[in-house]
């Protein structure tokens, strides 16, 4: 931000034309579900809030819809996998936002956890067989 602090107050005025359309909705969905990743503890009543170092959303255009996969990662004492759907969820959220005025019967689905790792409970993967099975590297 410039410093204009020295400057003489005027009177001023502008007058701006542009368009601004919403964008590519699979970008928009991927920023949002890093976003929301990051405010997790926000959203979820009892969530703790957690450093999250490092996350990952893929959003798809599949033949069966929009597919998105999130991995967050932290060194806290608790898990991420409340972080990690959010930032599903909250990704899904922004492709329906987009999409809505194309189609009101828009769902989402299949919100769920593929895999997890470390912590008390140990490792967990979805059994093999459900759709977007994913282990963690």
């Known amino acids: 931000m410039v410093d204009v602090t020295g ?20 970008i928009v969905a991927r920023l949002a579900g890093l976003a929301g990743s990051k405010r997790t503890a926000d959203l979820v009543t ?9 996350a990952d959303v893929q ?3 599949e ?16 898990g991420v996998e409340m972080e990690a759907l959010t930032a599903v969820t909250v990704a899904a959220l922004n492709v329906y936002d987009m999409l809505k005025a194309a189609s ?9 956890l593929l895999a997890k790792s ?15 099975t994913a282990a963690l590297e």
Request: glycine share 12%.
């Open 63 to 78: 033949p069966a819809g929009v597919r998105v996969l999130a991995t967050v990662r932290t060194t806290a004492p608790t």
């Open 7 to 26: 400057k003489v107050a005027s009177a001023r005025a502008a007058l701006e034309a542009g368009t601004n359309p919403k964008g590519d909705p699979l």
């Open 104 to 112: 009101k019967a828009i769902e989402i689905t299949d919100v769920r």
């Open 59 to 61: 959003v798809t255009l």
């Open 46 to 54: 009892l969530c703790h809030p957690v450093p999250v170092t490092g």
């Open 118 to 132: 470390g912590g008390k409970s140990g490792d967990y993967s979805a059994p093999s067989g459900e759709a977007g």
